[in-house]
């Protein structure tokens, strides 16, 4: 029995200029990861801060600095 081959997809940068996928009938898809909320590096960070510091305050400002802080603390203790 024959394998059956799925096509492959074709992204935007490959239609020809004026074509679209709509005309060729294809379509394409796009994955991603992380698309919105708290990234490990910042809750790793904002752990870590709390624990140290006890405060929301510093908790929060190395959250925004997520893995330097991470790595600053990894160096100094």
Same mark, same amino acid.
Do not use: C, N, Q
């Given at each position: 029995?024959? !394998?059956?081959?799925?096509? !492959?997809?074709?992204?935007? !940068?490959?239609?020809?200029?004026?074509?679209?996928?709509?005309?060729?009938?294809?379509?394409?898809?796009?994955?991603?990861?992380?698309?919105?909320?708290? #990234? *490990? #590096?910042?809750?790793?960070?904002?752990?870590?801060? *709390?624990?140290?510091?006890?405060?929301? *305050?510093?908790?929060?400002?190395?959250?925004?600095?997520?893995?330097?802080?991470?790595?600053?603390?990894?160096?100094?203790?």
């Amino acid at each position: 029995m024959a !394998e059956k081959t799925r096509p !492959e997809r074709m992204r935007p !940068e490959d239609y020809a200029a004026g074509d679209s996928p709509m005309r060729r009938r294809v379509t394409y898809v796009r994955k991603e990861i992380v698309s919105k909320g708290v #990234g *490990f #590096g910042s809750a790793l960070a904002i752990a870590i801060s *709390f624990t140290a510091h006890k405060s929301i *305050f510093w908790a929060i400002i190395h959250g925004f600095f997520s893995w330097a802080y991470v790595i600053y603390y990894a160096l100094t203790r």
